[in-house]
């Protein structure tokens, strides 16, 4: 089983910040807090990881509690191309344990 | 950065037949790659897990004579889908992780459908 919980889906504006919430309440010490985003017919596209500070790249910040139980992807300015399902997942860095998907977040931007 | 390529991105066969799908790790080497499929609206189901040079490792309930996997080189995994029937039909997925990095990048897919 897929060890976080989403909201199955959210509505953003075009223009604003979508922040995606996700809930890894049983996260070990080692594990990552990963984000990807499945746009429709697509494969899935790796956005951030984190460990326990926050991060942020070209595409998104990620802010991660201090307990580490939970976990926010924030879209700085959402598009319409950003319409997509989002999937949050734990995971430890640089090995090859499998990645069990939950269903993930289905992001609607609204122009 | 890293890149997973799968070939071929949609593919249309008869009952019966088996169809072999490709994913390669372009820029990098890896040693294991995992290959999903997903239905309609549905979420990503791992399928199995395909380590280079060795048996692919399955999850409960995908038949490993159904879905033959080989991985005989660090950047090529093949799934082979065997006597393939309607309910084959669906959205396959490979992933693979350079080895010194850190997430799993996945390829775009192949849409397979069976008449």
């Known amino acids: 089983d897929a060890k976080t919980t989403q909201p199955t889906s959210m509505d953003c504006a075009e223009g604003r910040a979508a922040n995606l919430p996700c809930n890894h309440s049983?996260?070990?010490?080692?594990?990552?807090v990963y984000w990807y985003r499945q746009i429709h017919s697509q494969g899935p596209q790796y956005i951030i990881h984190g460990l326990k500070n926050n991060e942020t790249n070209e595409m998104a910040s990620l802010i991660i509690t201090e307990d580490r139980k939970s976990s926010t992807l924030i879209l700085p300015h959402a598009t319409l191309r950003d319409t997509a399902v989002y999937y949050c997942i734990v995971r430890v860095a640089h090995r090859d344990d499998k990645i069990i998907f939950g269903k993930g977040t289905r992001l609607h931007i609204l122009p | 950065g890293a890149v997973v390529s799968q070939h071929p991105s949609r593919v249309i066969c008869k009952s019966g037949t088996s169809v072999k799908i490709e994913c390669r790790s372009l820029?990098?080497?890896?040693?294991?790659m995992f290959w999903y499929r997903q239905f309609p609206k549905k979420s990503l189901m791992l399928m199995a897990t395909s380590n280079e040079g060795s048996k692919a490792t399955y999850e409960q309930g995908v038949e490993k004579d159904k879905f033959l996997i080989n991985h005989a080189s660090l950047t090529l995994s093949t799934l082979t889908v065997t006597s393939a029937h309607p309910e084959d039909s669906s959205f396959y997925i490979c992933?693979?992780?350079?080895?010194?990095?850190?997430?799993?990048?996945f390829g775009n897919g192949t849409r397979l459908t069976v008449t």
């Open positions: 820029d990098f080497q890896a040693t294991t």
């Open positions: 992933s693979a992780r350079d080895r010194g990095g850190s997430p799993l990048h």
């Open positions: 049983t996260i070990s010490g080692n594990e990552y």
